[in-house]
């Protein structure tokens, strides 16, 4: 009888957030670890039925403490066909390898202005429908809208130079317009918009036509418009 007692109770344990966990029923979804620098990283909880439409927390609370949360594990949402939608935490700054692969139900992100790294593969295979950007993105890893239904994306005017990795929107065949407030092209290898819908519009800084229609990569595009407005994120 105590074993059966016992593990009752430690499936029940197994099926609970642990103390890591926001202790709201809304924010269960979600396993938050802290990190060696005291933020915290999140991910799915394996344990329970995913949400359609999630909200992940700014801060895990643990010990009465706020741990900013700046890190989307690697896998964190991997092959999650009931997300829908997902808002990040503000502090993000690194989404994980492969962190929504393969979220085939996957629409809409809500990327924070702090994000830095889109990790490799990160949406391949979902149906994510934009990417806006903020001014600190830094580096987009190969193939991290591999197949996606990607149709906008916007790369704002940012701090530091941005790197596009190779077969990063590689088979963004829904591509139709691709925004970008850099007056000098990223360096990028022609393979970045591979198989892409190259009849898209390119849209640069006004006065950057040529410079963009001379770059490898960038001047795989058919059409090239210069724009000097600033889209609202």
């Given at each position: 009888?105590?074993?059966?007692?016992?593990?009752?109770?430690?499936?029940?344990?197994?099926?609970?957030?642990?103390?890591?966990?926001?202790?709201?029923?809304?924010?269960?979804?979600?396993?938050?670890?802290?990190?060696?620098?005291?933020?915290?990283?999140a991910k799915r909880e394996v344990y329970l039925t995913s949400y359609t439409d999630l909200y992940v927390d700014d801060y895990m609370v643990y010990k009465k403490k706020k741990h900013p949360v700046t890190y989307i594990d690697s896998y964190a949402w991997y092959g999650d066909n009931n997300l829908r939608s997902i808002r990040l935490p503000k502090y993000v700054d690194v989404i994980g390898v492969e962190a929504f692969r393969e979220c085939s139900s996957l629409r809409k992100c809500i990327f924070p202005d702090e994000l830095r790294i889109v990790g490799q593969w990160s949406f391949a295979s979902t149906k994510l429908d934009s990417a806006c950007f903020g001014e600190k993105l830094e580096w987009i890893d190969k193939y991290a809208f591999y197949r996606s239904g990607i149709r906008y994306v916007h790369i704002p005017k940012t701090i530091y130079p941005v790197q596009i990795s190779d077969c990063a929107f590689r088979h963004t065949c829904s591509l139709l317009i691709f925004k970008i407030d850099l007056p000098y092209p990223p360096i990028i290898s022609d393979n970045v918009f591979a198989d892409a819908n190259m009849f898209a519009k390119l849209i640069v800084p006004y006065g950057s036509k040529k410079e963009y229609e001379r770059s490898s990569g960038w001047n795989r595009f058919k059409i090239i418009e210069e724009c000097d407005s600033i889209i609202k994120r």
């Open positions: 009888m105590n074993k059966v007692l016992l593990l009752t109770v430690s499936l029940l344990f197994m099926q609970l957030p642990c103390s890591l966990h926001s202790q709201s029923i809304d924010k269960m979804m979600v396993r938050y670890s802290i990190l060696k620098d005291e933020s915290a990283s």
